[in-house]
T-cell receptor
């Protein structure tokens, strides 16, 4: 396998459900990211992990909880979401976040629908 | 907060036409990247431009970084239906060290 893999590709969940999104990268990168992509809005950076440590939380509501057990895996735990949280959630990785020219490699995304 | 303005937001053209997408900011970036995203997929990196005034060519796509490293353009010659997709520019560095600032994207549709 190569690149960045996200599962599941599609997820429908109720507002009281708890679910998790998974991301795995096989590029040997040290930084991983969660982005939210909604219609008609720029990509929104949610969380950044560098060498397994969370280095950024862009004022994301606590109903989104990230976890990074190692440099290759990233999770986004979801609970008590709202319908406005429906979006495409993208995981990305880069060599590390210490460089001035960060290049991101994205997974295919999870299309989340909250009902 | 750094912002990147992309224009146009939507572009619908016929096969064979040329087009240019612009990405502008009041901020200076260390580099600027262009991504292409197809429906239901994640963005795929096309190119990174680093030096002010730099021009890079990728087959029918020409990318330019402004001299002041605040803006960039993507020019497509003789567009084909396979070029259809969302084009995103992203700036790296500047005051957002280690982060990418994305533009809102340009949705390109090329009709056969």
């Amino acid at each position: 396998e190569t690149g960045v893999t996200q599962t599941p590709r599609h997820l429908v969940m109720g507002m009281t459900n708890k679910k998790s999104l998974k991301c795995e990268q096989h590029l040997g990168h040290n930084a991983m990211y969660w982005y939210k992509q909604s219609a008609k809005k720029p990509l929104e950076l949610m969380f950044v992990y560098n060498f397994k440590e969370q280095t950024e939380n862009n004022s994301v509501p606590s109903r989104f909880s990230p976890e990074c057990p190692n440099s290759s895996h990233l999770f986004l735990h979801l609970h008590t979401l709202q319908p406005e949280d429906s979006a495409l959630y993208l995981c990305a990785s880069s060599q590390d976040r210490t460089g001035w020219n960060t290049e991101a490699f994205f997974g295919q995304g999870t299309r989340l629908t909250v009902v | 907060t750094q912002l990147l303005e992309q224009s146009p937001q939507f572009l619908s053209i016929q096969e064979g036409e040329n087009l240019t997408v612009y990405c502008n900011s009041s901020s200076v970036f260390s580099s600027l990247q262009w991504y292409r995203q197809e429906p239901g997929e994640g963005p795929v990196l096309l190119v990174t431009v680093v030096t002010g005034g730099e021009v890079k060519k990728l087959k029918r796509l020409t990318f330019q970084f402004g001299d002041a490293r605040k803006d960039s353009s993507l020019h497509i010659t003789a567009a084909q239906p396979g070029d259809t997709g969302l084009y995103l520019c992203a700036g790296a560095g500047g005051t957002s060290y280690g982060k990418l600032t994305f533009g809102q994207g340009t949705i390109l549709t090329v009709h056969p």
